[in-house]
């Protein structure tokens, strides 16, 4: 149950796209299309943000969008705003007998 | 409303237990998995543990297998973790989750503070 692998920072200045990368392997990211991603603000419980590798929740604006490629997830910010400087986890499910859920070990979105 | 709401956390020494509670509000869990999901001091998240609809199936992860227990009683609407020999590295915030069928979780509690100190 290794933690999934993610950059400990990102960052941009407002208006501009970033991306955070996903690592997994082939017994989670390469094999399930549970994917998904959630947004946490300092004191706040996370908030899902893509699920099933690109799927918006309805109130999540369209400048969030998902991937996938192999064993490696991805979200793309675009238009950043600074409202979404936040920590951002990826998480993957990784089984079915013990249900495990693997999670990334957090990104560090800043607004510069 | 529609929402969860964790209790139960406080301090205990090693080896010690506690059974942190997840009542849901606002919608039927009957048929709804949770999980619970847990947040070191300034670290990242963790899953800990899931449990389907009926009670019938658990899982752990290893960190925690053979410690802790999940339980739910759904005419309460809440769902249970007992925690037993407890370790200075569980201190955690502890959320609970509510899951979809989609495998991600789509409420979250605020979630309930575990201090473990020796």
């Known amino acids: 149950q290794s933690a999934l692998t993610q950059p400990p920072s990102a960052s941009g200045s407002p208006g501009q796209s970033v991306t955070i990368s996903c690592t997994g392997t082939?017994?989670?990211?390469?094999?399930?299309?549970?994917v998904s991603w959630y947004q946490q603000h300092p004191g706040k419980a996370p908030k899902v943000m893509i699920y099933e590798v690109n799927k918006r929740p309805s109130g999540v604006p369209d400048r969030f969008s998902g991937s996938k490629s192999g064993n490696t997830a991805s979200l793309t910010v675009s238009g950043l705003q600074a409202e979404d400087e936040a920590d951002y986890y990826c998480?993957?499910?990784?089984?079915?007998?013990?249900?495990?859920?693997?999670f990334g070990g957090g990104t560090k979105l800043s607004v510069l | 409303e529609v929402q969860l709401v964790e209790s139960g956390g406080g301090l205990v020494q090693p080896g010690g237990s506690l059974r942190l509670s997840c009542e849901a509000s606002?919608?039927?869990?009957?048929?709804?998995?949770f999980d619970w999901v847990r947040q070191h001091p300034g670290k990242g998240l963790v899953w800990v543990s899931r449990?389907?609809?009926?009670?019938?199936?658990?899982g752990y992860a290893d960190s925690v297998k053979g410690r802790f227990t999940i339980s739910r009683d759904n005419a309460k609407s809440t769902v249970y973790l007992q925690m037993n020999s407890l370790r200075v590295d569980d201190t955690a915030l502890y959320y609970c989750?509510?899951?979809?069928?989609?495998?991600?979780?789509?409420?979250w509690g605020r979630g309930t503070l575990v201090t473990v100190f020796s």
């Open positions: 449990i389907n609809g009926d009670g019938s199936r658990t």
């Open positions: 606002g919608f039927s869990v009957r048929t709804i998995w």
């Open positions: 989750g509510r899951i979809t069928s989609s495998n991600h979780v789509d409420l």
């Open positions: 998480s993957s499910y990784a089984g079915n007998n013990n249900f495990d859920v693997i």
């Open positions: 082939s017994s989670d990211v390469g094999i399930y299309n549970y």
